[in-house]
């Protein structure tokens, strides 16, 4: 199996592969488990941080609320801003160990953060309900999306069928815990959802009444299609978003091992 | 004296209170302060901090904010006085394998900490403002949420960043030494923290023509995400000092193979 493996191989990627098995199996004296678990737990702090600072400023508002979450920048912003940092971790899990898991261990760490800054910031010192401010999860997304790179080993089908198929998962994953926010209500003898009601009732004062997504049948959203035209478009910016994401782990995490500014 | 430290074989450097201690020191000060910072604002923030203009404000948040710039100056200073007067002392002379893993590992405690600090200020934080920016009007630059966020953590990663680098360059030299030219993870690290400083200073020019938040993702906060991006160069760090502790671990195995021929021939 292992022979049949290694027909298809030139001289120089068998040489490759020797030398890492002989790294793979030396003993060492130094190098044991400590370094490992020092290195993935704290990564976390700088994976987490990078992917929620992403998200907070390119699509924070489409998270921070029931009401935001809407059929139709929902979708779009979130996808692209969502896929950057997983993709570049894909690539260094990749690289570095042949793991495809960069985007599952990146979502969990964005998880992580995300509920953290959401409990203590939003909930427990400004007082926003929960059920008003949760976070989106992007780990049932990732899981499909290293799942493609296992399986093509190839990082441009996977910026091209992952992209599309982030954004439609991303949606559809988070559409589950959404969708009772979605309900019809009335409220002072108009209909309107149960999130609509929720961003009436919870003061954000600095949010003019003009900014607020009030959900709505209109010409303008092509008569209730906007939602598919949406994650179509979602999935396009995703693919962008993916190689935004190739260019940090490529060029910003993994080019400058070893490279120095030389001074003369 | 300073060459019989440097030779001294170090016993279990990667023991978890040997070379590892700096990571758990170094964060659990970050993790103390962080937690001061987040009960002073939680008591006051909502009682005091909401009129710049009042003698309340000046005691509890201006007097925080200089509280804040002084003691990160003064170790900064202590800090990095330290580091290049103890590693001056070092230039030169002879390490022990055992003692540059366990070096390597005081590094990658830094370099920990960085990781955390970055994380208080790129998601903790940002939460906060985030939530106090569109519910609260804005009058003043030095809000209860910037004071911990802009002028603490922000300053206290590019100090982190750059005293892991003075930690390197004097005590790593097979990897930092200064001759060997700037090292690019160390560039793109430490300016992602400096970039991110700058940008404070374009966000509250921003803030300064549009006082209301409106809504969070406005592009001029966009510029924000690329230290996110460039802190990369952390990852960069990590594969070097692996690179060099394979090196470490390679001359050791050629050493021993060579005394034991040795030992064997005399035999």
Known sequence: ?264 | MAGSIAMHEVENPTGWWNGWRTLFIGCAALLACNLFLWIWDYRFAFSVGLDSSTHAFTTHYRALFWGELISLGAFTGIWYGWLVRTGRALEGQPISPSEEVRRIAVLWGIIGATSLSLYIEASFWPNWDGAWHQTMVRDTALTPTHIPMFYFFFPLSIILALGAYLYGQYRIPAVYAWKKGFPWSFFLLISAAVLEFVQVAFNEWGHSLWLSEEFFSVPFHWPFVTYGWLASGMFAVWGETIIRLLAIEKEARTVEIHTQTAAAGGA
């Open chain 1, 1 to 264: 199996m292992a022979a049949a493996a290694t027909t298809g191989m030139t001289a120089a990627e068998r040489q490759k592969r020797l030398e890492l098995t002989e790294l793979l199996n030396a003993k060492y004296q130094w190098i044991d488990r400590t370094w490992d678990v020092v290195f993935w737990i704290t990564a976390i702090f700088i994976v987490g941080g990078a992917a929620d600072i992403t998200k907070l400023l390119f699509a924070g508002d489409w998270d921070f609320w029931t009401d935001w979450k809407d059929p139709q920048w929902w979708p779009v912003v979130t996808a692209f801003a969502t896929i950057i940092i997983p993709s570049a971790l894909q690539w260094i899990q990749w690289v570095a160990w042949r793991f495809p898991t960069g985007a599952t261990y990146t979502c969990t760490c964005l998880f992580l953060a995300s509920w953290i800054g959401r409990f203590f910031q939003w909930h427990i010192a400004e007082t926003y309900p929960l059920n008003f401010i949760w976070p989106i999860s992007t780990v049932p997304a990732a899981i499909i999306l290293d799942w493609i790179l296992m399986k093509t080993r190839s990082f441009v089908v996977t910026s091209v069928v992952g992209g599309v198929v982030w954004a439609v998962l991303v949606w559809a994953f988070n559409y589950i815990p959404l969708a009772p926010y979605l309900q019809p209500a009335v409220f002072m003898h108009h209909i309107l959802t149960v999130s609509d009601v929720q961003g009436i009732a919870y003061i954000r004062s600095q949010t003019p009444e003009y900014m607020r997504h009030i959900e709505r049948g209109a010409l303008r959203s092509f008569l209730g299609e906007t939602q598919y035209v949406s994650l179509v478009f979602g999935g396009s910016l995703a693919i962008l978003g993916y190689w935004i994401g190739q260019l940090i782990g490529r060029y910003l995490a993994v080019w400058p091992i070893g490279k120095y500014i030389k001074t003369y």
